[in-house]
């Protein structure tokens, strides 16, 4: 077992590429807290996996809020004695022309998607120094490598996350605390189920393997980087979009 006996966080974990995180390394050995606001689904699926062996607990967390954030990290360490693993990967979409995007919707995405990585890296990396070590892995996206149309924010807020991840890899590699990003193509996740046939055929088309990419799919990718496995390796992007950014 891969993971095994690693204690973990994962934001956004009650859902899609989260959730499938969560099942990768639970059933990888490492222990997972589930950080999410949807909690009825992350309480549900901390019951279905939760056993003797991997403990998986669900907590309310808001990555915008650095009070939660301070919380979620100190109750990772209480539960399970330390804490290894950070899958920062919460995040929301949004889709307006940049010239109709309220200031409002620009901070919010900013917010979640950038700020709300920033902290949690800030809480978890603090807890990692003090037990020897620990791995980050940041849900940046092929949106923070090439532009597209109509998501100024998003785009500038996994840009952002690309080199966050560089920036906090230099700075801490010292400490044996690694910090990689994964960066999926269009995944079909419950983030995609707001578009129309017509534009899901169009992004299909987008990735040279002619499909999209399965939450599964990242959640491997993300075990790999988390684990020992990777050992060498820190403020890597690795893109995992069916070669979406080859062509
Ligand atoms: N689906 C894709 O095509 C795709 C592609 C590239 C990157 N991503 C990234 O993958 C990550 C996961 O997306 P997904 O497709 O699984 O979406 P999803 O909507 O299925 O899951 C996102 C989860 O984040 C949670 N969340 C939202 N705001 C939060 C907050 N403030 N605090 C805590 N949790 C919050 C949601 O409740 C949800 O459980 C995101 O960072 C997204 O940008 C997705």
Redesign the pocket.
């Known amino acids: 077992m891969r993971l095994k006996g690693k204690a973990a966080i994962i934001?956004?974990?009650?859902?899609?590429?989260?959730?499938?995180a969560v099942r990768e390394m639970a059933a990888s050995g490492a222990h997972v807290l589930i950080?999410?606001?949807?909690d009825e689904?992350?309480k549900r699926l901390a019951a279905e996996l939760h056993s003797d062996e991997t403990k998986v607990i669900y907590q309310h967390?808001?990555?915008?809020?650095e009070d939660?954030i301070q919380n979620m990290v100190e109750k990772a360490v209480t539960e399970f004695g330390k804490l290894d693993i950070l899958f920062s990967?919460?995040?929301?979409?949004g889709m307006s022309p940049s010239v109709d995007l309220s200031i409002e919707e620009w901070r919010k995405v900013i917010?979640?998607?950038l700020d709300?990585v920033f902290l949690c890296a800030k809480h978890a990396i603090a807890a990692m120094r003090k037990s020897g070590g620990g791995s980050v892995v940041n849900?940046?996206?092929?949106?923070g490598h090439v532009g597209q149309g109509a998501t100024a924010a998003?785009t500038a807020a996994?840009g952002g996350v690309v080199n966050l991840t560089r920036t906090l890899a230099v700075e801490y590699a010292k400490e044996n605390i690694r910090v990689n990003a994964?960066?999926?193509?269009?995944?079909?996740?419950?983030?995609?189920q707001q578009l129309d046939d017509d534009m899901r055929n169009h992004l299909i088309s987008l990735h040279p393997v002619g499909r999209?990419?399965k939450?599964e799919e990242?959640a491997k990718a993300v075990a790999f980087l988390a684990s020992d496995d990777a050992s060498f390796i820190t403020g890597a992007n690795l893109l995992v979009d069916g070669g979406y950014t080859a062509q």
């Open positions: 934001t956004g974990g009650s859902s899609g590429i989260g959730e499938s950080a999410d606001v949807n689904r992350g967390v808001d990555v915008t809020n939660d990967n919460a995040g929301i979409g917010s979640i998607n709300g849900c940046a996206s092929i949106l998003y996994k994964v960066c999926p193509g269009y995944i079909d996740t419950p983030l995609l999209l990419g939450p990242v």
